[in-house]
């Protein structure tokens, strides 16, 4: 008797006791306030998770032997306690990746890096060059983002990560992004804009046009071997030839979220209470939302592609993005906004576009409603900063301003203390070195 195993992309489908990887983020404090950030990070929530939370997480991720954690924010390093954790995490035999718009990674730091097997770095630019970057990023976040590299590869750490997000400004520089990723001796790692966060702000003005997305596929077609994706393009499939990846929607069923609360998403991208599974403080940790949930159940069970399995493409592109339909308001068995077809942007011609559901959780710098909201704020935050006990006050200047604090998920209690110097301030304790003019919103127009 013989018997047959499913492939293993149809196993994924139906999801693992594990996930493969998951991505978490660690806080919601950062240094700058990137205007497509899908967490819309900026200011620490009080109810972030503590070290020993933490580290309760990733004693159950050894035990489900989840192989490794993306961990990104906010900027997760400007947590005081980031390299204790990421320490416990290489010594708990869960590998990292983090990403970083290179605040920290000084010479020294690189030097540590290079010297690990278990840690990868991920920096993030979003322009090959500082005009196309910093409009997204902020002003100097390009020079930042290339000292760190440089400071990466002069201690030897080959193979970071370089991380692009595509917009309609950048699409054109995929060239001289893998030029950049080669002087470095790093990979090049290009991902989708979602309207998520703050992205949903902006995605209307930048996300590619459809001809960018078909120069994008024609691209990575001939450098898609080289070069990693996320697995995040699979919604261009549809012109014909499937790209390097799983090519297909990994939400919940190979991957996750665990924000800095502790609240688990079915996906980074889908920030909101519909793809809500529950809280690692909740009974059972991680592992019990992961196994158990019940939003994470229905998403493996087999998923109807609605109006789209009539399409000769559905099979390739997979109805494209759970999360890009959601924040767009299509319906999840609807076509993908960005559908090479035409569907999706027919689609949203017949939406209602002030239906679309808005992303959970602003931790923004900037204050006042999103847009279609009554007085918005468009400028910086005045803050002021006492000092870190037993530190002198911030050089940079910067704070986090308190933040209001969220509803409580599944099982969540987020009323306890922040034990870390971030509670005051995203740069608490660091002094930039010399020359180093640290980007901020609070030195910019939030959402230019």
Not at 23 to 36: G, R
């Amino acid at each position: 008797m013989t018997s047959t195993t499913a492939p293993l992309v149809e196993q994924f489908r139906f999801g693992l006791a594990a996930p493969i990887c998951l991505t978490w983020e660690l806080t919601y404090a950062c240094n700058l306030s990137c205007v497509h950030c899908l967490s819309s990070s900026g200011r620490r929530d009080p109810g972030e998770l503590s070290t020993a939370e933490c580290k309760r997480v990733i004693d159950e991720l050894e035990r489900m032997q989840v192989f490794y954690v993306n961990i990104g924010g906010g900027e997760p390093t400007v947590r005081p306690d980031f390299w204790e954790l990421v320490d416990y995490a290489t010594a708990h035999h869960v590998g990292v990746k983090f990403s970083t718009n290179g605040l920290r990674i000084t010479t020294e730091v690189a030097a540590k890096l290079a010297g690990s097997d278990y840690i990868d770095v991920q920096i993030s630019l979003d322009g090959a060059t500082a005009e196309v970057n910093d409009a997204v990023r902020g002003r100097g976040s390009f020079n930042m983002a290339m000292r760190a590299m440089q400071n990466l590869a002069a201690a030897g750490f080959a193979g970071f990560k370089i991380s692009v997000v595509m917009t309609r400004h950048n699409v054109s520089q995929l060239d001289a992004f893998k030029a950049i990723a080669d002087s470095f001796g790093a990979q090049l790692r290009i991902t989708r804009l979602r309207p998520s966060g703050r992205g949903a702000d902006v995605w209307d003005e930048l996300h590619p046009t459809a001809g960018q997305q078909r120069e994008l596929y024609d691209w990575l077609v001939a450098h898609g071997e080289n070069v990693l994706t996320g697995d995040s393009f699979f919604h261009l499939a549809g012109y014909g030839q499937e790209l390097p990846g799983l090519n297909m929607c990994g939400a919940g069923r190979v991957v996750c979220l665990i924000d800095p609360v502790g609240d688990v998403y079915a996906c980074p991208f889908a920030i909101h209470d519909a793809f809500l599974a529950g809280n690692v403080r909740g009974q059972g940790g991680f592992a019990e939302v992961w196994r158990n949930s019940e939003l994470f159940a229905d998403l493996r069970r087999p998923q109807s592609g609605g109006a789209c399995t009539s399409c000769s493409a559905f099979d390739a592109c997979q109805g494209g993005c759970m999360a890009a339909k959601f924040f767009t308001g299509l319906p999840l068995d609807g076509p993908d906004p960005e559908c090479v077809r035409g569907f999706g942007e027919a689609a949203l011609a017949a939406a209602n576009a002030g239906a679309a559901p808005r992303p959970a959780g602003d931790h923004s710098h900037r204050v006042g409603p999103r847009p279609g909201q009554p007085s918005r704020a468009r400028q910086p935050v005045p803050v002021s900063i006492g000092s870190r006990p037993g530190h002198p006050p911030v050089s940079a200047g910067l704070v986090a301003a308190p933040a209001s604090m969220a509803a409580a998920g599944p099982g969540a209690d987020r009323r306890s203390v922040p034990d870390r110097a971030c509670d005051q301030s995203p740069l608490a304790g660091f002094t930039p070195s010399a020359g180093l003019d640290p980007p901020t919103a609070l030195t910019q127009q939030a959402g230019r």
